[in-house]
């Protein structure tokens, strides 16, 4: 089963405006990860926030999150056409047995208007 | 250059064959895992392995194999039980917890 459930499915903005996207998971986590994908291509990560943290930046990117709600929020700012693609968020499961499963959710599909 | 490696990039199966996909890193991460994505959609777990010659059913395992016989690699085998294969299959490495998961570039896998 799914563990992130992103919000919304698709997003389009103008280039310059802010998007924001939310997470959503049902089990306890070790961190929680961001990660960008190009049509056709593989993932690429952009941040990790453990789950002792609130809040991350970096450059233009912002991530939040409230372990008691059990969600997460990925804010872009100033959005660029470059930054047309589809994000992903993915929770990494405490260790148990040696193994930590990494589940990603369905995915928001970001458009940026030029 | 280190990285992870997935070969082919795009595979054809005739129905009831079984067909390898290739995943190799020279990163030394010691995790590894299988995704499957559906178009418009999002990745599913199929198999991970944190160690050599240990590994885990994911979410949707059945029809799948792997074998994690050395660290830098985890070969993923559709077996003529998984009914519909078709699909862009991922493979990614993590180095040890606390840390980020690198893909390979993916490879398409289409019954004809």
């Known amino acids: 089963s799914q563990q992130g459930e992103e919000d919304p499915q698709a997003l389009s903005i103008q280039e310059g405006e802010n998007a924001t996207m939310n997470c959503s998971y049902k089990t306890s986590i070790n961190n929680l990860q961001w990660y960008r994908q190009n049509s056709g291509r593989g993932l690429v990560h952009l941040i990790l926030?453990?789950?002792?943290?609130r809040e991350k930046h970096s450059g233009r990117l912002r991530v939040t999150l409230d372990t008691s709600k059990k969600s997460s929020s990925l804010l872009i700012t100033a959005s660029r056409a470059a930054d047309t693609a589809s994000y992903f968020c993915?929770?990494?499961?405490?260790?148990?047995?040696?193994?930590?499963?990494?589940?990603f959710g369905q995915g928001t599909r970001l458009t940026i208007n030029p | 250059d280190g990285g992870i490696t997935q070969s082919p990039k795009y595979l054809f199966r005739k129905e009831g064959q079984n067909v390898t996909l290739s995943c190799e890193q020279n990163l030394n991460h010691d995790a590894m895992y299988w995704y499957r994505q559906d178009p418009g959609q999002g990745l599913r777990l199929i198999y991970y392995s944190q160690i050599v010659n240990d590994f885990q059913k994911g979410d949707i395992a059945e029809g799948y194999s792997v074998s994690r016989e050395k660290k830098e690699s985890f070969p993923l085998t559709v077996t003529s039980a998984q009914k519909n294969p078709t699909a862009f299959y991922l493979c990614?490495?993590?180095?040890?917890?606390?840390?980020?998961?690198?893909f390979g570039q993916g490879t398409r896998l289409t019954v004809v």
């Open positions: 926030i453990r789950s002792n943290e």
């Open positions: 993915a929770t990494v499961s405490p260790l148990i047995q040696g193994a930590q499963k990494l589940v």
């Open positions: 990614a490495s993590r180095l040890r917890s606390n840390t980020e998961a690198f």
